[in-house]
């Protein structure tokens, strides 16, 4: 065995002294630092795969609009749909609109597309509800409407109900009516706003064919898919109008190169939009709170850094007569450092590995430690109403995370053992014997 590092093991071997105990703290200090670096990380990564996974599941890849309705639609979609690697294009209407079902009143949001196909299909028909009859993602005739499970949940609507549907431009037209009807100067006006009325609020009448359930509490709680003509006819919107077209390519991570090819034969005012724009808030908000967390989680690790700082210059200080005996007998500096450097890295080494461990154990039965935390604390853990996402606890790791925190860690105790092993380099064997 070389002679630093068989040193640095007998300086570190436990017995029952005040430096033994010291170093077991450091190491644990180590462990705990890695531990929750890698749990946190983790959970935040897998926070950011389970929001993209919804998205992938409801949202384009792309949207093409230009800020106002898009008159000619048609002929736009034939282009992008002669594109190689587009898996679908369908127009789409969406507006805010009233809905009433057993005397209970929402406002969710509508959108209006072409009955899905293909892949399409498959992809909406993998988001149907699990817990309650989910029926189908049918989209094909013009009385047909699929809700989102929060919706279908909060009106106590099921698969076969029939729902009101009331266009929101109506109840304006219908408050400016009433109006006009208070100030009416004769009877026969007062009738004649009162039959407006009637003709303005006429339902939209429309049967649930579907319940999905995304895992996305925005999309599942507030939206809801009807035709495209339905929505046409609710939004107040011509037939060969929509507000915008949704594709979907076979590559949603190669949206940008998408977005360059649709932008070279739609000039302004169209707008071309990927999935990673639209939700940028969403993203960038999830990026920062994990780099906050690589920062303030990190700041463990270098505590423990300055423990094991403080055990070395202990040991150092403890040993001095065997430093100046070893140098004595022929011992260069650079030999006496990298003992205490040894140190430092096999309890930096030792603490990665123990913290990593418990991190895997700890990511192993998260849900269950959520769930217990839950009943014993009332603490809630990525909780539906407040993250937006369901199926418990997310994870999801990666060899970069995993290797930055190991290295980092590994690093701040190397570093926190240099400054040790310099002061037991530059001590003289005569006065490190005369203490003696």
Known sequence: MLFSPFLARRYLKPKRTFVSIITVISI??????????AVVITVFTGYGERIKESIFGFEPHLVIDSGRSLEGWREVREKISAVGGVVSV????????????????????????????????????AKMAKDLPAGDFDLTT?????????????????????????????????????????????????????????????????TVT?????????????????????????????????????????????????????????????RVMTWGEIHKVIFDVVAAERQGMYLILFMIVIVSG????????????????????IKALGAVDSQVAWIFLAQGMMVGAFGVVVGLG?????????????????????VGFFTDEAFKVDGGLPAKRTLRDMVIIATGA????????????????????AKALRTE
């Open 358 to 378: 418990l991190a895997e154990l700890t990511l192993f039965f998260r849900n269950d430690l959520a769930a217990w935390l839950g009943q014993n604390f009332g």
């Open 410 to 429: 590994f690093a701040a105790c190397t570093v926190a053992a240099t400054i040790p092993a310099l002061i037991a380099a530059s001590l003289q064997p």
């Open 90 to 125: 369908t127009p789409f209407v969406r507006g805010q609109v009233v809905m009433d079902f057993n005397k209970k009143r929402l406002a969710p949001t509508v959108r209006g597309i072409l009955p899905p196909e293909g892949e399409e299909l498959r992809l909406r028909r």
């Open 142 to 206: 013009p009385d047909s409407a699929v809700l989102g499970v929060g919706i279908a949940k909060g009106m106590d609507a099921a698969v076969g109900d029939t729902i009101e549907l009331y266009s929101q431009r109506d109840i304006s037209a219908m408050m400016e009516a009433l109006d006009r009807m208070e100030g009416a100067a004769s009877e026969e006006a007062r009738k004649a706003e009162v039959a407006r009325i009637r003709g303005m609020t006429a339902p939209q009448l429309v």
């Open 28 to 37: 644990i200090g180590v462990a705990l630092g890695v531990w929750l670096l």
């Open 306 to 325: 300055f423990s094991i700082m403080n055990t070395m210059i202990t040991v150092a200080h403890q040993k001095r007569a065997e430093i100046g005996l």
């Open 210 to 270: 579907g319940i999905f359930e995304s895992g996305n509490g925005d999309f599942d709680n507030h939206v809801l898919f009807v035709p495209l003509e339905t929505a046409q006819i609710l939004c107040k919107v011509a037939e060969d109008e929509c507000h915008g077209i949704a594709v979907r390519t076979d590559d949603g991570f190669a949206a940008n190169r998408f977005q360059e090819t649709f932008r070279a034969f739609l000039p302004p005012p169209y």
